[in-house]
């Protein structure tokens, strides 16, 4: 039986089998709450770069660092974050999390460095990775079955709507304060977070006794640090050295080695593991499911930074415009995914999923054949529209099948592995995309520089190539030279543009059509999927203890 960690007379709620919590659905909003906290951060900041840049005095290198720190501990943390939850509680994870993210916060807001706000983001990272897979395990264990669909649905609208409206309240913030507010905006949300958490949020966690497995952490946590530094700085480092006989390729292979001695090791050590073998040799759906995750952020994950560029750098958009441009997106992502978490309830996850992942494919083609050099936000609309209802249908019922049959006393190492796959692939898919965007975006470059050039003086032509290929991985249009007349220095910022427009047009396209491809092999992949079962657990199976 597991040991109380609570304060006198704090609920306690140990679980064997499916649990009823008190006040479920308050529970969820509560931790949805923090979970809507710590994704937004993931995505607002980077609104802020240029502040940043101005304020601080940081190079463009250590504002990508402020934002890269932030992932790479969050995706490194959570298999072990995960598990913690099993051991501690999910609630004391929880609490911990929001108040390391919290307290972050307000030091990133009082940085005057760039070193303090980088270490300000990491620990506000290690929050995020402690409170997050603590929200899908509290689903498992306090939601039965028949209710899970629209805890999924709640959950998934959270996801989907928080990392596009970063940009938004980012420029709302930024358009009346400083950016140190982008950050101090969460210290009063934290303290009511956790407020709330003590009073309302039983503890739940399985009655089994659980022990933490340092050598699957050390492995696992070091493997992932070397794949997804690799994948997040290997475009910086043009996938060559970093310094001395370390390279890009070199560490991403290490860190391969290290995952595949963690699974070696997962399989014969004779304790408790890290992530339990049982979890990919059931009858679930885990596995599948967990592959259609990595797939879908792989191909998912860029999507937003490609539209933003597109806004910004092509079509010369504010940032507040750009985040009101794809605002209808997430409501619809949000109000979606509400709808598919019921109807998954009622006919299961596994058709919800594949029309979610088969229309997000059709709204990215339709994205890519609408969207042009000087399209107006009614081109863009269709698309747009598409994806966010699309996007609604495929959150909740991911999660659901992947975690709908877990056993609740897996709970904490089930949600940190799928977490972790998504994530990875979504640092994989950013890279990935990253690269082909850039490549495809070279190419167009120097063919919209040659044609454009003939409306230059003859002097001026060559210059003008050079200087609009070579801007390309900067995702911006050409500067024209400082020594030119008024008429030329015109001339030649509105033919950069134009060519910049045109160029990267053509790259978006390509980026776009390939995700949908990479979209529409997730959808048939759902093929693979088991038709999920809707039975309430027998009374005789559940059994739920309270003190007080």
């Given at each position: 039986?597991?040991?109380?960690?609570?304060?006198?007379?704090?609920?306690?709620?140990?679980?064997?089998?499916?649990?009823?919590?008190?006040?479920?659905?308050?529970?969820?909003?509560i931790l949805c709450a923090g979970f809507f906290m710590a994704l937004l951060d993931g995505s607002i900041v980077n609104i802020a770069v240029p502040s940043l840049i101005a304020d601080i005095h940081a190079?463009?290198?250590?504002?990508?660092?402020?934002?890269?720190?932030?992932?790479?501990?969050?995706?490194?943390?959570?298999?072990?974050?995960?598990?913690?939850?099993?051991?501690?509680?999910?609630?004391?994870?929880?609490?911990?999390?929001?108040?390391?993210?919290?307290?972050?916060?307000?030091?990133?807001?009082l940085s005057a460095s760039p070193g303090q706000l980088l270490a300000a983001r990491i620990l506000q990272g290690i929050g995020a990775a402690l409170l997050f897979p603590q929200v899908i395990s509290s689903i498992l264990v306090t939601f039965p079955p028949p209710m899970r669909g629209r805890a999924f649905g709640v959950f998934g609208a959270i996801a989907g709507f928080a990392p596009i409206i970063g940009p938004v309240l980012g420029g709302l913030v930024l358009a009346h304060l400083t950016w140190r507010w982008i950050f101090f905006i969460n210290a009063p949300i934290g303290v009511m977070i956790l407020v709330l958490a003590l009073v309302f949020i039983p503890d739940l966690r399985p009655s089994r006794t659980h022990r933490i497995d340092l050598g699957g952490v050390a492995l696992v946590t070091a493997g992932l640090s070397c794949i997804v530094f690799g994948l997040?700085?290997?475009?910086?480092?043009?996938?060559?050295?970093?310094?001395?006989?370390?390279?890009?390729?070199?560490?991403?292979a290490t860190g391969v080695m290290l995952l595949l001695l963690f699974i070696i090791w997962q399989r014969v050590q004779r304790g408790e593991p890290l992530m339990p073998w049982e979890l990919f040799t059931s009858e679930r759906n885990f596995p599948s499911g967990n592959w259609i995750g990595f797939v879908f952020q792989f191909g998912m994950i860029g999507i937003s930074l490609v539209l933003v560029l597109y806004l910004q750098m092509a079509r010369g958009f504010s940032p507040l415009r750009t985040g009101l441009v794809l605002l209808p997106n997430a409501a619809l992502t949000a109000v979606g995914s509400a709808f598919a978490g019921r109807v998954s309830d009622r006919?299961?996850?596994?058709?919800?999923?594949?029309?979610?992942?088969?229309?997000?494919?059709?709204?990215?083609?339709?994205?890519?054949?609408?969207?042009?050099?000087d399209s107006g936000v009614r081109h863009l609309l269709?698309?747009?529209?598409?994806?966010?209802?699309?996007?609604?249908?495929?959150?909740?019922?991911?999660?659901?099948?992947?975690?709908?049959?877990?056993?609740?006393?897996?709970?904490?190492?089930?949600?940190?592995?799928?977490?972790?796959?998504?994530?990875?692939?979504?640092?994989?898919?950013?890279?990935?995309m990253g690269v082909l965007l850039s490549t495809r975006l070279n190419s167009a470059l120097r063919h919209e520089a040659r044609k454009h050039a003939g409306e230059l003086p003859p002097q001026l032509r060559?210059?003008?190539?050079?200087?609009?290929?070579?801007?390309?991985?900067?995702?911006?249009p050409p500067p024209p030279p400082h020594d030119l007349p008024p008429a030329e220095t015109s001339l030649l910022t509105h033919l950069g543009q134009k060519t910049f427009a045109a160029a990267y047009t053509t790259a978006m396209q390509t980026t776009l059509l390939?995700?949908?491809?990479?979209?529409?092999?997730?959808?048939?992949?759902?093929?693979?999927?088991?038709?999920?079962?809707?039975?309430?657990?027998?009374?005789?199976?559940?059994?739920?203890?309270?003190?007080?």
């Open positions: 039986m597991s040991r109380s960690f609570l304060p006198a007379g704090a609920p306690h709620t140990e679980v064997t089998g499916m649990p009823a919590a008190h006040r479920p659905w308050l529970t969820l909003s190079s463009y290198d250590e504002v990508l660092w402020m934002i890269d720190a932030y992932l790479l501990v969050f995706s490194t943390l959570l298999i072990t974050t995960g598990k913690l939850g099993d051991i501690f509680g999910y609630r004391r994870l929880f609490l911990t999390g929001v108040s390391i993210f919290t307290m972050a916060s307000v030091l990133c807001g997040i700085e290997g475009r910086r480092y043009g996938w060559g050295k970093i310094g001395g006989p370390i390279g890009i390729t070199s560490l991403i006919v299961g996850g596994r058709l919800v999923l594949m029309t979610g992942l088969a229309a997000l494919s059709v709204g990215l083609a339709v994205l890519a054949l609408t969207a042009g050099a269709p698309g747009l529209l598409i994806i966010g209802l699309a996007s609604g249908a495929t959150f909740a019922p991911l999660q659901q099948v992947t975690m709908d049959h877990v056993d609740t006393r897996l709970a904490g190492a089930a949600s940190g592995v799928a977490n972790t796959t998504r994530q990875i692939g979504g640092v994989m898919g950013t890279a990935v060559a210059q003008f190539i050079d200087t609009a290929t070579t801007n390309g991985h900067r995702f911006s390939t995700s949908a491809a990479i979209l529409a092999a997730a959808a048939l992949f759902c093929l693979t999927l088991k038709p999920q079962t809707r039975k309430r657990p027998s009374p005789e199976k559940t059994t739920t203890k309270t003190k007080h």
